[in-house]
């Protein structure tokens, strides 16, 4: 789905952001005395307590192991692990759901494509093209890769005026060779929206492959693959309302069926003998082991609660606090704002840097009033070198923020600003 076109549309029903907020038990909560106030959501956002008690209830009453008992409770856990991969599945416009390969995160989804892909597709010659802000989730496993088959990894650089990609520097950088263009969909510290229909069809010219890594945009804005026609998808469930540990790869079934496992043991294998074994089918071939069962089934619910409030509502309440953010931030002479100021092409995630503090002082000062935000290089140091800079601060929203928690922010900040310069 086009972010662009659907925020557009004026029919789309508005959060109710109160009864939203009603919903988090940690936003009931205070820190030094003061209501939080979380804008630290690109690292991982909160957890409304239907996911909470869909995971509390999933321990205390219906645990087992899964795909390995016939007693009821191993069915029952096989099927509810299993209807969350189709939750999933649906929440991203997969054709199938095994389609579907449970992860820990972003990172290992992007480590499994590098390295089973990899391994058994690159060769010496061969180039893969990831940008300069790739988290670095997105720049290590490929260097990795890269270095144990001979491949080369080339970065997109980005347009020197507003920070987003130039998609003709993209196209200019094509050859026969290039086999895999691996970029964010929405940067992790500028907030900039791929346009990555655009990259599938430069690369559908060229024959390569393209991999998005969808840990900020898959919980921020509509994502649908087949729309999008993208070969591989990753992202990660902390941010999207889910738990921890628990992630997912999305692949083409042609993609995946191709590939070789990428850890071996138990549940991947359809036979084994002392000397060779045969893989299970998909999605299994890639889910060595126990697997996070009630992490996916947490996700699957975290799903369900983004589906009831509409992820064009989600998108919209974004579009509206980013268009505010941008509007009350600039107003605060010492700080500067990376990233487009166009709030149709970013998401709301706020890197920025004040004349006058160093952004952990900054972070510290805000952290005292109750104002949660990240300092620091947000695991993208290419782009901090591009930016010039050693670190910054960042805030970011999510379905739960307001209009007054921003204006809080900024007075937090100008009151830091008044500290520092005394
Ligand atoms: N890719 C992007 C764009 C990210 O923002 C992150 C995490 C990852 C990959 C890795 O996700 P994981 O769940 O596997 O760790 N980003 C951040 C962040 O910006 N601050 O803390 C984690």
Redesign the pocket.
Known sequence: MDSHKSIQNLSIPELDVDAVRKDFPILQTTIHDKPLIYLDN???SQKPEFVIKTINNYYSYEHSNVHRGIHHLSQQATQQYEQAREKVANFIGANHSHEIIWT?????AINLVAYSWGQNNLKQGDVIIISTC??H??IVPWQLICELTGATLRHLPLDSHDKSFNLNKLAEMLTPNTRMIAL?H????LGTITDLSKVVELARHNGSLVLA?G??SVPHIPVNVAELGIDFL?F?G??MLGPTGI?CLYGREELLEDMPPYQGGGDMIETVTMSQSTWNQLPYKFEAGTPNIAGAIGLGAAVDYLEHLGMESVRAHSHKLNSYAISALSEIDQISIYGPRNPSVRGGVFSFNHADIHPHDLGQVLDSKGVAI?AGH??AQPLMAELGVGSTARASFYIYNTQSEIDELCAAIKSAGEFFSK
Do not use: W
């Not at 820990?104 to 290992?108: A, M």
């Not at 929405?186 to 510290?189: G, I, K, L, T």
């Open positions: 690109a690292a991982s820990r995160g972003t990172t290992e790739e988290h989730s997105n964010t929405m940067s992790n510290v890594d840990a900020q990753a990660s902390h941010k992630g990240r947000h695991c």
